[in-house]
């Protein structure tokens, strides 16, 4: 099933930040937003993820088919890397977590308390919990910041077995991953281009 975005308008904090923009995804590839900062690919991504209502267009092939990975890794400090892990695949319906703690280099830290990982642990945990929802489509701010380059490489690898089983990513990264196979939406505000007018627009 694709990913579909029509038309879409998003905003933050009431305040209109994208319009007219336009993608299909589909399983098996990738998406990289691109734009600077305050483009607006947070508030597009936490759209797509269902965290806020976009302001016009339509999103089709979301909702529950979606895992949603933000700046804040929303871990739970007081349980060990292996936990945490358990607990997201029981809520996700899902069960063994091997795959994800080799995928991430976790297996040596699986009984750390998460609250005493390195900031860029942390981030592989972040994105390991990505690998046991099950989900399809990966939705993925900044997914590599914090990572050194040997984590980046693991992380595009674990995209690539995600994309290869069927599955899909939209992410914003400012950093090349080395995927060949993505494809990349540049984001721009249309608050940034006066003397455009909105509806010329298109931001594909
Ligand atoms: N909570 C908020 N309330 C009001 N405005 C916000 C809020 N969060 C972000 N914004 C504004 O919304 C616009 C889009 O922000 P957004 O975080 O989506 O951009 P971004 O492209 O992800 O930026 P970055 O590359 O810096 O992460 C910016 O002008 C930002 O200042």
Do not use: C
Not at 98 to 117: C, H, I, K, P, V
Not at 188 to 202: I, L, Q
């Amino acid at each position: 099933m694709d990913l579909i975005a029509t038309d879409l308008g998003v905003a933050r904090g009431g305040v209109p930040v994208l319009e007219g923009v336009g993608f299909v995804l589909r399983p098996g590839r990738a998406l990289v937003l691109r734009g600077p900062n305050g483009a607006g690919k947070t508030t597009l991504l936490r759209t797509v993820a269902g965290l806020q209502p976009p302001l016009s267009g339509r999103i089709e092939g979301a909702g529950e088919r979606v895992a949603y990975a933000a700046h804040s890794d929303g871990l739970k400090a007081m349980l060990t890397v292996a936990e945490n892990l358990r607990f997201w695949a029981r809520v996700f319906g899902t069960s063994g977590i091997g795959a994800a703690l080799e995928g991430f280099d976790l297996t040596g830290l699986s009984d750390r308390l998460a609250g005493t990982l390195s900031a860029g642990q942390k981030r592989r945990l972040g994105l390991a919990r990505m690998a046991v929802t099950g989900r399809p489509v990966w939705v993925l701010d900044e997914p590599t910041v914090s990572l050194d380059a040997g984590s980046v490489t693991l992380f595009a690898e674990a995209v690539r077995r995600h994309l290869a089983a069927g599955g899909s990513a939209l992410m914003a990264t400012h950093i090349d991953l080395g995927l060949a196979e993505a494809a990349v939406l540049d984001v721009a505000p249309f608050r940034a281009r006066p003397g455009v007018a909105a509806e010329d627009e298109a931001f594909l």
